[in-house]
């Protein structure tokens, strides 16, 4: 018996590389991160090239530097339970929302913002007796307003960028033959002024428009085989969108009702970002927060994909 214990202890899968999955595509892992317990579930840009992500597992957020240099932000470990989502405010700060345990079955949070040199304080709270449930992602429009998803909710609430007058913004249309929903990955979309949407339990992308207040449903999976699990999306400047398929451990586009992977093997592709022809992947490798004896791929690490000339947006 001790001995299939220590053979279960070591349990864990060779460190896969992502490959593309289009000729005129190429997939580098980006950056490797320096903790044994990173678990990397968000990235997020800003237009020189600074990456932002974090630790689901500690708290710690990480800032990787155009040359690469790591540098992790004062405080956020000692006061930031679990990056879930991270969003680059107007004035340089982050919107972090903290999932507040590494357990993904706990329930409650936090959102914080986050100063490059270490200033953690509350960006903003509900103002009612469930709270957070399940904070999960984070957007910020061309006008500054914060958007943030709760997916025990099932709500999208919405907040000055600096925290003021937050509201439910938006709730998915009732369909009755959906029995569960679990609203997820943001994005802002500055080719239609609109939000982008990924629910992973029902499988669909959804797009709100500012303006009119209408909601378009992008893709629907329906009952086909192989769910994509989405997570994480972004946006290019022209309106292509890319979305991560955590159930596949994949990237794709999303276009006319299609969906089509440009890359795949990733270790838990939990979330995408777009800047200046790539796709910057966080790799969550998130099993073995659920299954103990699972040993995650060491380094954790974000990948890059770096777009064809036609597909850059």
Do not use: C, K
């Not at 932002?52 to 690469?68: C, E, I, M, N, Q």
């Not at 006061?79 to 680059?88: E, F, H, L, M, R």
């Not at 777009?274 to 974000?302: C, E, H, K, M, W």
């Amino acid at each position: 018996l001790l001995t299939l214990v220590l053979i279960a202890l070591t349990i864990r899968v060779d460190r896969s590389a992502a490959v593309a999955l289009l000729p005129d595509v190429q997939v580098t892992e980006y950056v490797a991160l320096p903790d044994d317990d990173a678990y990397p579930p968000t990235v997020a840009l800003t237009p020189d090239g600074t990456l932002f992500t974090g630790s689901y597992a500690t708290g710690v957020v990480w800032r990787v530097a155009p040359d690469l240099t790591v540098t992790e932000i004062p405080n956020t470990r000692e006061q930031i339970g679990g990056v879930s989502g991270i969003a680059v405010l107007m004035d340089g700060a982050l919107v972090v929302v903290d999932n507040g345990d590494p357990d993904p079955r706990t329930a409650g949070g936090s959102v914080w913002r986050v100063t490059l040199d270490g200033q953690v304080t509350t960006f903003a709270t509900l103002d009612d007796d469930r709270g957070w449930v399940a904070p999960d992602d984070v957007a910020v429009d061309a006008q500054g307003y914060v958007y943030i998803s709760d997916r025990g909710r099932n709500e999208i609430w919405r907040f000055d960028a600096d925290g003021a007058n937050g509201a439910v913004w938006w709730v998915p249309p009732v369909d009755a033959a959906i029995l569960q929903r679990a609203i997820t990955g943001l994005a802002y979309d500055s080719a239609h002024d609109a939000i982008i949407v990924t629910d992973p339990e029902a499988n669909d992308i959804f797009r709100i428009l500012m303006a009119e207040g209408e909601t378009e449903v992008l893709y629907r999976h329906g009952e086909r085989p192989n769910p994509p699990g989405f997570d994480g999306v972004t946006v290019t400047p022209d309106g292509t969108i890319y979305v991560a398929a955590l159930g596949q451990n994949g990237i794709a586009s999303v276009d006319d009702g299609d969906l089509d992977y440009i890359a795949g093997l990733f270790r838990g592709a939990s979330d995408v970002a777009y800047a200046n022809g790539r796709l910057f992947v966080a790799n969550f490798d998130q099993t073995s927060l659920v299954v103990p004896l699972y040993r995650p791929s060491l380094p954790f690490a974000i990948d890059v994909i770096q777009l064809s000339p036609d597909s850059s947006g």
